[in-house]
T-cell receptor
Framework: GENVEQHPSTLSVQEGDSAVIKCTYSDSASNYFPWYKQELGKGPQLIIDIRSNVGEKKDQRIAVTLNKTAKHFSLHITETQPEDSAVYFCAGNTGGFKTIFGAGTRLFVKA | SQTIHQWPATLVQPVGSPLSLECTVEGTSNPNLYWYRQAAGRGLQLLFYSVGIGQISSEVPQNLSASRPQDRQFILSSKKLLLSDSGFYLC???FGQGYGYTFGSGTRLTVV
């Protein structure tokens, strides 16, 4: 079955810097890759997603890139702000009923 | 618009007591529904999912069970709680295969 690995587990950046979180997946049939942000004490929230027919997608300060050949995808956050501090989860889906999540990355943005 | 409601927000239960957590979705029909558990500082563990009324798929054994008595209602239960059942329980829904999840606000369960 699908396996999604996420790195790093913890990331600390200065406010205004960029943050990059990387994920790899194992199942070449995976075709949908969402990213979730979880703030303390809350449920995860979908922030951006990408499908396998697209190489890059942007939404203001966040972007996701996908390399199908290498089976990896990344989340890029530019001009980080303290409110970006949270746990971020990547995930992969083959079009089935289950989405496989990465282990999460705790992002700290230092003011 | 669609909304998901999950309650209670927090729960403290003694070992051996029963559990019932409820999740409802509004504004859509025939959603796929999911129960996840998250231990402190850890990732998301899929417990159950349902693609229709009365259809439950289990990913985790033993002490927990789930039911879907109505199209937009998903219930997580236990007859006798264990200390290891403590955690943050999240309900989620999606339109169908290959779509993003919308999560509820979660229930923090502490078994004492």
């Amino acid at each position: 079955g699908e396996n999604v690995e996420q790195h790093p587990s913890t990331l600390s950046v200065q406010e205004g810097d960029s943050a990059v979180i990387k994920c790899t997946y194992s199942d070449s049939a995976s075709n949908y890759f969402p990213w979730y942000k979880q703030e303390l004490g809350k449920g995860p929230q979908l922030i951006i997603d990408i499908r396998s027919n697209v190489g890059e997608k942007k939404d203001q300060r966040i972007a996701v890139t996908l390399n199908k050949t290498a089976k990896h995808f990344s989340l890029h956050i530019t001009e980080t702000q303290p409110e970006d501090s949270a746990v971020y989860f990547c995930a992969g889906n083959t079009g089935g009923f289950k989405t496989i999540f990465g282990a999460g990355t705790r992002l700290f943005v230092k003011a | 618009s669609q909304t998901i409601h999950q309650w209670p927000a927090t729960l403290v239960q003694p070992v051996g007591s029963p559990l019932s957590l409820e999740c409802t979705v509004e504004g859509t029909s025939n959603p796929n529904l999911y129960w996840y558990r998250q231990a402190a500082g850890r990732g998301l563990q899929l417990l159950f999912y349902s693609v229709g009324i009365g259809q439950i798929s289990s990913e985790v054994p033993q002490n927990l069970s789930a039911s879907r008595p109505q199209d937009r209602q998903f219930i997580l239960s236990s007859k006798k709680l264990l200390l290891s059942d403590s955690g943050f329980y999240l309900c989620a829904w999606t339109f169908g295969q290959g779509y993003g999840y919308t999560f509820g606000s979660g229930t923090r369960l502490t078994v004492v």
